[in-house]
């Protein structure tokens, strides 16, 4: 991908931006700076349209496959107990930053069908 010259104001603090710019979207008026500001927004409203998970303080999201090395992984919702089943299609977002924890309380927990063979700790990512 080849960069454009990028001339302006990030959009959350105001600083001026000036340089290449790569990429589109959510993220092509904020500075470096503001770039986590922006990612986690963004995680949240994903949360509030069920497109993302967070377990254990860490955000998950069903993408392309690949994820987790394409292994299956399941999760159950807190709120109904439905079970969601992803076949390589999970992805971390990583670890939710201390001071945005209060905006992202878990709504799912890992779910293992049969208890003998669940072989990590639950407070542990699967993989």
């Not at 987790?68 to 999970?90: D, H, S, Y």
């Amino acid at each position: 991908m080849k960069p454009r010259e990028f001339t302006g104001k990030c959009a959350i603090c105001g600083k001026e931006m000036k340089g290449p710019q790569y990429g589109e979207g959510e993220f092509h008026d904020v500075c470096c700076k503001c770039f986590e500001i922006r990612f986690w927004d963004l995680i949240k409203q994903q949360v509030a349209r069920g497109e993302t998970y967070i377990i254990n303080g860490s955000a998950y999201t069903r993408g392309h496959r690949g994820g987790f090395g394409n292994r299956t992984l399941r999760i159950k919702m807190l709120a109904t107990g439905e079970v969601k089943t992803f076949e390589g299609t999970l992805w971390s977002n990583g670890q939710v930053p201390e001071d945005r924890l209060e905006q992202f309380p878990d709504n799912a927990e890992w779910y293992y069908e049969d208890e003998t063979r669940k072989v990590w700790n639950t407070t542990e990512r699967p993989y």
